[in-house]
């Protein structure tokens, strides 16, 4: 079993960053981690993506050249960093994990935290 716990979203205005953390706890060696979002009435969908040794990513274009995935094994952390942020990027967002490789859908992850709401302002 794996625990995720987010934090770090909130208000933000158009143009701004928010750095979102996620800290895992039980069975997290050679977890892969990835970060998802949901806005009102949509589907959840693929953020970014985190091998467990840090060494590949993997990004939504949607956020590509503006977030950044990355990971402190010794702590257990997985960071979301988010620039140049806009108001498309109000929604939920959600850690998930998986010990096993392959892609990226909301079906390919194992375990999901309870998500934290980052909303960005025009």
């Known amino acids: 079993q794996v625990q995720l716990v987010e934090s770090g979203g909130g208000l933000v205005q158009a143009g701004g960053s928010l750095r979102l953390s996620c800290a895992a706890s039980g069975r997290t060696f050679s977890s892969h981690m990835g970060w998802f979002r949901q806005a009102p009435g949509k589907e959840r969908e693929f953020v970014a993506h985190i091998s467990w040794s840090g060494g590949s990513t993997y990004y939504a274009d949607s956020v590509k050249g503006r977030f950044t995935i990355s990971r402190d094994n010794a702590k257990n952390t997985v960071y979301l960093q988010m620039s140049s942020l806009k108001p498309e990027d109000t929604a939920v967002y959600y850690c998930?994990?998986?010990?096993?490789?392959?892609?990226?859908?909301?079906?390919?992850?194992?375990?999901w935290g309870q998500g934290t709401q980052v909303t960005v302002s025009s």
């Open positions: 998930a994990a998986k010990l096993h490789s392959g892609g990226y859908s909301v079906y390919e992850y194992d375990y």
